[in-house]
């Protein structure tokens, strides 16, 4: 099921879902007959494993030619931005980071899919994807998602299971020592497991710039908040970001030595080791500590994201916070067949064969997805069940134009707040004053009527509990 309702625009499409492929590769051969055509796709480097089998399939019973081009992981959404700038594309479908398609729309790089997705997307298409808020923009369609990166807890079971582990625990703490449901008693757990004497550490979590704000926003969002209220301003300098950014500063002291300078593979490396009680990641996180390089391999337990207490009950926030997503170059001279391999390769049938790819990095982000044998085999079950739960409440990435403004605003303030050059206080009220520039900048009244859409869409049952 969806997380949320999409604006209807599919009543009178062609298809259904049941063997959309064959249905599309049917149509693509009437628009296609009696002449041969190529289509072009940008990809992010390490991903044509994921791509490249559908692009086969597709080309082998067609008449179009697949190509490919690799884009830089980290700057394919500025590449796509520079093809636009010379009004030259060369590619006619892109996979961009799934935070970066409002900036994209507002620069006229992506066609908006509203008018195809009416003549083509089944009426019940969306009903098996898990996560598709980033597909829209304003209500409008951009993009198909294909990755589900929703954040995932990974805990040491040996560790936690250990009966003197627990009873030495419930004396220190007063309860029972689980998988925990809120950060406070993460935090306590880390603490607890810490003992570098021992070569053993609480944690091995982000502190890095790029990615420790990812770990604030769920704080933040735990502790009963949305980082802006409804007329844009920010909320993030409110008592709970900055009690969000102590806790995390707090924390940090107990994590493995390398946490401020490991970046995302040496992460999985240090974790996989065994030595250390948890991590925070992705399915591709989980690919790489389920394969025969990792000590922890059959070691491993999975919870969502903890959360916080509002009004008394636990709050969790799960969150989706990368992905990629198919959209079409407002410059490809087949925009129809473009938008049809999109579908295509979003299909139930073909996103199955994509996400099946166990040195790719698709996760699974439609239900089909989770029963696949596969699939099964290549992230274990156990953290598939707990996946697919975070899929389906996970709260957004910030879709807003300026995205990695705002972001790299919260990022550097954050690492100064963690580094100690500046106070928690300062580096948040720093980051409001520049999300209020950054709004000025942009347009309020077109950040807000994206904001008051983006809002809309956060799961129901978190955002009735947010303020």
């Given at each position: 099921m969806p997380v949320t309702a999409k604006?209807?625009?599919?009543?009178?499409?062609?298809?259904?879902?049941?063997?959309?492929?064959?249905?599309?590769?049917?149509?693509?051969?009437?628009?296609?007959?009696?002449?041969?055509?190529?289509?072009?796709?940008?990809?992010?480097?390490?991903?044509?494993?994921?791509?490249?089998?559908?692009?086969?399939?597709?080309?082998?019973?067609?008449?179009?030619?697949?190509?490919?081009?690799?884009?830089?992981?980290?700057?394919?959404?500025?590449?796509?931005?520079?093809?636009?700038?010379?009004?030259?594309?060369?590619?006619?479908?892109?996979?961009?980071?799934?935070?970066?398609?409002?900036d994209l729309v507002e620069v006229n790089a992506i066609r908006n899919l509203d008018d195809f997705a009416e003549k083509y997307q089944p009426s019940d298409f969306y009903d098996g994807v898990l996560y598709s808020i980033g597909d829209y923009f304003k209500g409008s369609l951009y993009g198909y998602q294909t990755d589900g990166d929703a954040y995932v807890m990974f805990y040491n079971k040996a560790w936690l299971e250990d009966p003197k582990e627990q009873n030495d625990f419930k004396k220190r703490f007063g309860y029972e020592l689980k998988i925990p449901q809120t950060w406070e008693q993460l935090d306590q757990i880390i603490q607890f497991f810490h003992r570098p004497e021992q070569n053993r550490f609480g944690g091995t979590l982000f502190r890095t710039k790029d990615y420790m704000a990812w770990e604030w926003w769920i704080r933040f969002h735990a502790k009963g908040f949305m980082p802006f209220d409804d007329n844009l301003n920010p909320q993030i300098n409110n008592s709970a970001g900055i009690a969000a950014l102590k806790e995390l500063i707090s924390l940090s002291r107990y994590l493995y030595p390398l946490a401020e300078s490991n970046g995302l593979f040496e992460n999985w490396e240090a974790f996989s080791t065994g030595n250390a009680f948890c991590n925070i990641g992705w399915g591709g996180t989980q690919k790489y500590l389920n394969g025969p390089n990792s000590k922890i391999k059959d070691n491993i337990l999975y919870g969502p994201t903890p959360g916080g207490y509002k009004n008394g009950r636990v709050l969790l926030t799960p969150y989706f916070n990368w992905g990629w997503n198919y959209t079409v170059s407002n410059f490809s001279k087949e925009p129809e067949l473009a938008y049809l391999f999109t579908l295509y390769a979003c299909s139930p049938e073909m996103s199955t064969l994509a996400v099946r790819y166990s040195d790719g990095y698709f996760?699974?982000?439609?239900?089909?997805?989770?029963?696949?044998?596969?699939?099964?085999?290549?992230?274990?079950?156990?953290?598939?069940?707990?996946?697919?739960?975070?899929?389906?409440?996970?709260?957004?990435?910030?879709?807003?134009?300026?995205?990695?403004?705002?972001?790299?605003?919260?990022?550097?303030?954050?690492?100064?707040?963690?580094?100690?050059?500046?106070?928690?206080?300062?580096?948040?009220?720093?980051?409001?004053?520049?999300?209020?520039q950054i709004n000025h900048r942009i347009g309020i009244s077109n950040q807000l009527e994206q904001w008051r859409y983006l809002k809309s869409q956060y799961p129901q049952n978190i955002k009735n509990r947010l303020s």
């Amino acid at each position: 099921m969806p997380v949320t309702a999409k604006p209807n625009r599919v009543a009178k499409s062609r298809f259904s879902l049941k063997n959309l492929h064959l249905q599309i590769l049917q149509q693509v051969n009437e628009l296609t007959r009696n002449k041969s055509v190529s289509l072009t796709i940008l990809q992010p480097k390490g991903s044509l494993g994921n791509v490249k089998p559908v692009g086969d399939a597709f080309q082998q019973a067609t008449n179009v030619n697949i190509n490919y081009i690799e884009g830089s992981l980290d700057e394919i959404n500025a590449a796509i931005m520079a093809d636009t700038l010379a009004e030259n594309s060369s590619f006619d479908i892109a996979l961009p980071a799934t935070f970066g398609l409002p900036d994209l729309v507002e620069v006229n790089a992506i066609r908006n899919l509203d008018d195809f997705a009416e003549k083509y997307q089944p009426s019940d298409f969306y009903d098996g994807v898990l996560y598709s808020i980033g597909d829209y923009f304003k209500g409008s369609l951009y993009g198909y998602q294909t990755d589900g990166d929703a954040y995932v807890m990974f805990y040491n079971k040996a560790w936690l299971e250990d009966p003197k582990e627990q009873n030495d625990f419930k004396k220190r703490f007063g309860y029972e020592l689980k998988i925990p449901q809120t950060w406070e008693q993460l935090d306590q757990i880390i603490q607890f497991f810490h003992r570098p004497e021992q070569n053993r550490f609480g944690g091995t979590l982000f502190r890095t710039k790029d990615y420790m704000a990812w770990e604030w926003w769920i704080r933040f969002h735990a502790k009963g908040f949305m980082p802006f209220d409804d007329n844009l301003n920010p909320q993030i300098n409110n008592s709970a970001g900055i009690a969000a950014l102590k806790e995390l500063i707090s924390l940090s002291r107990y994590l493995y030595p390398l946490a401020e300078s490991n970046g995302l593979f040496e992460n999985w490396e240090a974790f996989s080791t065994g030595n250390a009680f948890c991590n925070i990641g992705w399915g591709g996180t989980q690919k790489y500590l389920n394969g025969p390089n990792s000590k922890i391999k059959d070691n491993i337990l999975y919870g969502p994201t903890p959360g916080g207490y509002k009004n008394g009950r636990v709050l969790l926030t799960p969150y989706f916070n990368w992905g990629w997503n198919y959209t079409v170059s407002n410059f490809s001279k087949e925009p129809e067949l473009a938008y049809l391999f999109t579908l295509y390769a979003c299909s139930p049938e073909m996103s199955t064969l994509a996400v099946r790819y166990s040195d790719g990095y698709f996760d699974p982000f439609r239900v089909e997805h989770y029963t696949d044998s596969d699939i099964q085999n290549t992230y274990t079950k156990s953290f598939l069940d707990t996946h697919l739960i975070s899929m389906k409440n996970s709260i957004p990435d910030l879709y807003l134009p300026g995205q990695g403004e705002y972001l790299d605003a919260l990022k550097e303030n954050i690492d100064f707040a963690n580094r100690g050059i500046i106070t928690p206080e300062r580096a948040m009220s720093t980051v409001a004053k520049t999300w209020k520039q950054i709004n000025h900048r942009i347009g309020i009244s077109n950040q807000l009527e994206q904001w008051r859409y983006l809002k809309s869409q956060y799961p129901q049952n978190i955002k009735n509990r947010l303020s």
